[in-house]
């Protein structure tokens, strides 16, 4: 079977954000503001800027694999890529005045839950071959950062009270939730897979086996994004689904590479049949 382009991929991680528009679970003001034209347009030049710096590689982010010996310990690196987003989340959040209905706390829960998760990963699971650059570390914060403020602004500001009537619908909001925690037991998972592949002062990398490396390359990738449909449509509003949208580009890309990257150093790697992040279909 031919390797199937990243269309399709990006086809795939859309279709449920039509399927929650056409279903009700995707909050729009009904009269957009400029703030939200505004918002609408970063997340296009995000998902442009996506697909031409790291699916045509004109400017792709530097790590782990892909990335030349850096001078940030990974460990240090890493964790201030995740812990940056989170803080500034909190900040954000407190500078609107801290709104603490039901679903303000949920939103704020999830939020900074997965970069949380992220940092504990950092600090207890990953096992790194290679530091991290510094141009890296600032540019992965930076990204993560403007989506922290972007969606704390978004669920918190611009849902007005509307957010209120948010938790109404509970089988919206269970849904959202058991897919955002299958995503981050997912994500969690293969993660302990992949440093478990690796014995202890060995930096040489392996196929990854085990779990959902038998269906995809980057099972990792599936669930990261699994988490943020979750968290999108638990919360609702459109400026959740503008944290999915832009993931959706950046991880088929990184994934389409990362496919790319075994076939070229592994004689025994899977042909192009193998699918890089959505089990069956991309």
């Given at each position: 079977m031919a390797e199937r382009p990243l269309v399709v991929g990006l086809l795939t991680g859309m279709a449920p954000v039509l399927l929650a528009y056409l279903r009700g679970w995707l909050w729009l003001p009904e009269v957009l503001a400029w703030q939200d034209y505004s918002l609408l347009a970063l997340c296009a030049v995000v998902c442009i800027s996506?697909?031409?710096?790291?699916?045509?590689?004109?400017?792709?982010?530097?790590?782990?694999?892909?990335?030349p010996e850096g001078g940030v310990p990974a460990r240090l690196g890493w964790f201030l890529m995740y812990f940056s987003p989170a803080v500034l989340y909190l900040a954000t959040w407190y500078q609107l005045g801290a709104p603490s209905s039901g679903y303000d706390l949920m939103v704020v829960g999830l939020y900074t839950g997965h970069f949380v998760k992220r940092c504990l990963e950092t600090m207890f699971v990953h096992k790194y071959s290679k530091d991290c650059l510094l141009l890296t570390v600032i540019e992965i914060a930076a990204f993560y950062s403007l989506g922290a403020v972007v969606t704390s602004y978004s669920c918190h500001v611009l849902t007005g009270d509307h957010r209120l009537s948010f938790l109404d619908d509970s089988h919206?909001?269970?849904?959202?939730?058991?897919?955002?925690?299958?995503?981050?037991?997912?994500?969690?998972?293969?993660?302990?897979?992949?440093?478990?592949?690796?014995?202890?002062?060995?930096?040489?990398?392996v196929i990854p086996t085990g779990g959902l490396f038998s269906l995809i390359v980057c099972p990792q990738y599936f669930g990261e994004l699994l988490s943020w449909l979750g968290f999108a449509v638990a919360a609702h509003c459109y400026?959740?689904?503008?944290?999915?949208?832009?993931?959706?580009v950046y991880l088929c890309s990184r994934a389409h590479h990362t496919h790319r990257w075994y076939a070229t150093k592994f004689d025994n790697y899977p042909d192009t049949s193998t699918q890089k992040i959505w089990p069956l279909i991309y």
């Open positions: 996506n697909y031409f710096n790291e699916y045509l590689q004109w400017f792709p982010l530097q790590y782990s694999k892909f990335a919206r909001v269970m849904v959202g939730v058991a897919v955002y925690a299958l995503g981050q037991l997912t994500n969690l998972y293969h993660h302990v897979l992949l440093a478990g592949l690796r014995p202890a002062g060995s930096f040489r990398y400026g959740a689904y503008l944290c999915y949208i832009p993931m959706i």
